[in-house]
């Protein structure tokens, strides 16, 4: 009973530890990105689709992929809510197939691999980066990534810990971060593993 108290005291603070660290992370404002080849917004945030509109626009990726759009979503519907301008026209995509972020990540990854593009500039909410990155890497092993984090409006990051609703969200976050973590090296090689042994 003592090395299992032990156990999960230990495992709570490194829960914890690891909890201010990703709030750090999360926290940093984005960096300029350089060009990549193309960027991918995710939807969920009228921020994150104008800020991938802007970068379309100023040439920093060939063509922007929109993921994860609702069925009853039209281009021109997404072009307002983007302020889209001339690019958006002929190079913004949509895609309709992925319902969470390990379908943004395999749509993205069809999308790429049809461009046979070799780096994106990744948009999405900055408490939403760290998993859609790793979820991402799982999906696409040989694509070089930037991350462009959005801090969403309604949300004070500044003084998280104040504001019960910042704080639930970052633990959600946090939380399916690490489960994304733990399914991506984890149980999904160890699943494969099995079916290639009993092939």
Not at 147 to 155: A, F, N, S
Not at 177 to 199: G, K
């Amino acid at each position: 009973m003592r090395a299992l108290s032990s156990l999960i005291v230990l495992a709570a603070i490194g829960y914890v530890a690891g909890f201010f660290l990703f709030v750090d992370e999360v926290r940093k404002p984005p960096a300029k990105p350089h060009r990549a080849d193309a960027i991918v917004a995710l939807t969920g945030g009228e921020l994150r689709l104008d800020r991938a509109a802007t970068l379309l626009e100023q040439g920093l990726g060939r063509r922007l992929l929109i993921t994860g759009v609702d069925l009853s979503a039209t281009k021109a519907d997404l072009k307002r809510v983007a302020h889209g301008r001339r690019r958006f026209d002929c190079c913004a995509d949509l895609g309709f197939v992925a319902a969470d972020t390990r379908g943004n990540a395999q749509e993205t990854a069809d999308w790429v691999m049809a461009h046979r593009y070799g780096s994106l500039i990744v948009v999405t909410a900055n408490y939403h980066m760290p998993r859609t990155l790793t979820e991402f890497a799982a999906a696409m092993p040989g694509v070089s990534m930037q991350p462009y984090p959005v801090e969403p409006q309604d949300i004070d990051f500044t003084h998280w810990w104040r504001n019960p609703h910042a704080l639930k969200l970052l633990n959600s976050e946090y939380a399916k971060y690490l489960a994304s973590i733990a399914m991506n090296r984890a149980i999904d090689p160890l699943l494969n593993w099995l079916d290639e042994d009993t092939a």
